[in-house]
């Protein structure tokens, strides 16, 4: 609990505090993708390969880019958590905090996934989601954040004292590292924070504290995506389960999730190019 504030407010507090807010980043001038393309393509998709992914573990798939891939809830109410790689260049990967700068708080349709620094391209965006109905609920919830980091050993053992083994941070690394025979030492620090995939999130009214809800995902409920460059995705089905009581826990009802690498029709994604890297150059 943070302490009670020490200091009297000033006589124009009331004045301070009436600022109005300003957008950080205005999006007006932020190329928007070309959904009428996009819609066009996924109206003719076949399957090119399906995955999954055990409960409280993590699995690597690779999709081309021009392909779609959806997360699939399989079984029961199950989150997870994504980190993606451009598959030629590791050291390229989805920065969450520059997405939700540019998007929000949670991702939906439309909303993508961009890259870190220097090269800050949009990664894949965001075609269909079945949750999309879910919006903000009375608590300030929502789904598909941007705001977590994902659940790992070292914050576990800080709150709790306990060692536990299967958080996602490292189970993202560890089937990284299996899948691509990099060190799992300079995988580690190559693993992001991530878009926490079917998870119910927001901030408390109150203490403004990062919560979690039970995800109203269930079985047949997807996030889609389209791939902007060809991408090295890991995805790691929660030890939380639907996140509505535990994150780090063998003690959660947990579920697989599935992964499937779908390919549109010849033709549908006419006119349509993969993004450059940023064109900004350093002076020096």
């Not at 949009?122 to 075609?127: E, G, H, N, V, Y």
Request: with cysteine; hydrophobic share 30%.
């Amino acid at each position: 609990m943070k302490p009670a504030a020490q200091n009297p407010a000033p006589a124009d507090a009331a004045e301070r505090r009436a600022v109005k807010p300003v957008i950080c980043y205005p999006t007006e001038t932020l190329p928007s993708p070309d959904m009428p393309c996009y819609l066009n393509a996924r109206s003719q998709l076949s399957g090119t390969e399906t995955l999954r992914i055990p409960a409280r573990e993590a699995r690597v798939f690779q999709v081309p880019a021009g392909s779609f891939f959806r997360i699939l809830s399989v079984e029961g109410p199950q989150v997870g958590d994504l980190n993606l790689f451009n598959r030629h260049n590791p050291e390229e990967h989805f920065y969450s905090g520059k997405t939700r700068a540019l998007h929000g708080t949670h991702l939906s349709t439309g909303d993508r996934l961009w890259s870190n620094f220097p090269y800050l391209r949009p990664l894949a965006t965001i075609t269909h989601d079945t949750l999309d109905w879910y919006g903000f609920d009375q608590d300030g919830g929502s789904v598909h954040d941007v705001i977590g980091t994902r659940c790992d050993p070292y914050t576990h053992q800080l709150l709790s004292g306990d060692a536990y083994h299967n958080c996602c941070h490292s189970n993202l690394y560890r089937a990284f590292s299996a899948a691509t025979g990099i060190e799992a030492s300079r995988v580690e620090r190559l693993v992001h924070d991530v878009l926490n995939v079917f998870m119910c999130t927001g901030f408390t009214q109150d203490t403004h504290q990062y919560f979690m809800k039970a995800s109203p995902v269930r079985p047949g409920d997807y996030l889609e995506f389209f791939a902007e460059v060809d991408l090295t995705g890991v995805l790691s089905a929660c030890p939380g389960g639907d996140c509505g009581n535990e994150h780090s826990s063998d003690k959660a009802d947990c579920y697989p999730l599935e992964v499937q690498i779908l390919t549109p029709a010849p033709g549908t994604l006419e006119g349509w190019q993969s993004p450059t890297p940023s064109n900004y150059h350093h002076p020096d």
